[in-house]
């Protein structure tokens, strides 16, 4: 009879070949985030349709744009708790089923106010779905390479809003606007469908929770088959350290807590800027370029290639696993204030804005990209889900902005290089946010192992 052992979750996931069935888990993680991008842009990209269609004025667009956005800021909210208590992958399949069927219906609206109320619904399953896939592929990352690996799969989301772009100026044309929200609500039905049947549970969430170690064994064997006959499981993360009156707390509690407060608010302030400055861009630069004087398929294209350059998120990913992260990300979002700035500044010539959209698009949403891999990293299994969705839920507060904020702007009559400069402020904002959260939990140092939760058989 073999011995018993006690099996670290972490050192075994460190230790081993990044197996088929944690690339598996990666893949779904990264559509899931795609899908969102598209479904969460698309809106943006229908809006000059919508302005003819149905004869509006561009203030009256407010509404219908942020209605998503709010969506998603209470979706976020709701999930975190839930998932950090429930488990992660029931519900991120449920969530993305959700948003599809929202958009789905949404594509037959007969007046705005329908529109707006489908899109709500449409952003509370997107808002859910994007920090559960993050937080599911985080805890299935080895230590050495999760920086990476999580800005890689967050890559989806400007590769999905950009795709949304280029897809859009080719079938609105053909079909008309109701088959971009078509097409965003059966994509992810069919995928929500094949991760019932794909995606483990969290084997972190499961050994928190006390699962039979049958189940956890089951999961891990599926990583590397050196797995042996341990039948007591630990999570061996490391984590940074809480005092003793945080010692007991999980989900939102211990991330309002007072080990954790100044790092979690300096994430909200700093993921609401940048995503402020996302979603003012992607849903105003269209009508904000025709308004200049170009072609609205030029227009479309053109703003397709802000979020495309979120790719470089792989490579702060990989200086986020070798330096201090918050420095890398805070000196990306300095240079963000400077590139959005500049795009203002090159309205007089088409190839000097295609570079300045092109480049401070890259800067700015590989710096958002990498936000969700910073805050999975930053909070422990017991309230990582929760950490990670009021994250993106507090941050959203700047998406429901954005819109009212471009739109109040045009009615005082701010010249296309004035709103670009003001919207260069968040980016500073941000920057120093990233400032004082390294001060207060500087990366590398009172790092301490997550208390020993032990599964026994």
């Not at 488990?87 to 609206?109: D, E, N, P, T």
């Not at 079938?171 to 995928?191: F, N, Y």
Request: aromatic share 10%.
């Amino acid at each position: 009879m073999q011995s018993e052992k006690m099996i670290n979750i972490q050192q075994f996931i460190d230790d081993n070949n990044f197996s088929v069935f944690q690339r598996i888990v990666f893949i779904i993680s990264f559509f899931v985030i795609l899908i969102d991008g598209f479904d969460t842009a698309s809106i943006g990209y229908i809006a000059p349709s919508l302005l003819k269609e149905w004869d509006l004025a561009k203030t009256d667009l407010a509404p219908v744009l942020s209605a998503a956005l709010a969506g998603l800021a209470v979706g976020g909210g709701l999930i975190g708790p839930i998932a950090d208590r429930f488990g992660r992958k029931y519900l991120v399949c449920a969530m993305v089923f959700l948003f599809g069927l929202a958009s789905l219906i949404s594509a037959s609206s007969s007046s705005l106010t329908e529109l707006v109320g489908w899109r709500f619904v449409t952003g509370l399953g997107l808002g859910a779905a994007m920090p559960l896939a993050v937080t599911l592929a985080n805890e299935f990352a080895p230590t050495h390479r999760r920086a990476l690996l999580t800005g890689a799969i967050f890559t989806g989301f400007p590769l999905g809003a950009a795709w949304g772009g280029f897809l859009s100026a080719w079938v609105i044309p053909q079909w008309g606007w109701r088959s971009v929200l078509a097409l965003g609500g059966v994509m992810p039905m069919c995928l929500a469908v094949m991760m019932l049947f794909l995606l483990p549970e969290s084997v972190r969430h499961m050994v928190m929770r006390g699962a039979a170690p049958e189940r956890i064994r089951l999961v891990l064997i599926k990583i590397s088959s050196s797995l042996g006959v341990g039948t007591q499981f630990i999570l061996g993360e490391k984590v940074p350290a809480v005092t003793a009156h945080d010692h007991d707390k999980s989900g939102i509690a211990l991330v309002l807590s007072r080990s954790y407060i100044i790092g979690s608010i300096s994430l909200w302030v700093t993921y609401g800027m940048g995503i402020l400055i996302f979603y003012a861009l992607i849903n105003w630069m269209p009508i904000l370029l025709k308004d200049a004087g170009l072609e609205s398929k030029q227009a479309l294209l053109i703003t397709s290639l802000f979020p495309l350059g979120g790719v470089g998120a792989i490579v702060f990913g990989l200086l986020m696993d070798r330096f201090n992260a918050n420095r890398v990300i805070m000196f990306g979002y300095f240079a963000t204030a400077i590139m959005i700035f500049l795009i203002g500044q090159s309205i007089g010539s088409l190839m000097w804005l295609v570079i300045m959209v092109f480049l401070g698009g890259a800067i700015m949403n590989t710096s958002q990209s990498s936000m969700a891999a910073l805050a999975a990293n930053f909070y422990p299994t017991r309230c990582r889900a929760t950490g990670v969705a009021w994250m993106m839920a507090v941050g959203r507060v700047g998406a429901v902005i954005a819109p009212f904020l471009v739109a109040e702007l045009q009615r005082r009559h701010f010249s296309f290089e004035q709103i670009f400069m003001v919207l260069a402020i968040p980016g500073l904002m941000a920057a120093l946010a990233l400032f004082v959260k390294n001060l207060c939990h500087p990366e590398l140092k009172h790092v301490v192992p997550e208390p020993a939760s032990v599964t026994n058989l």
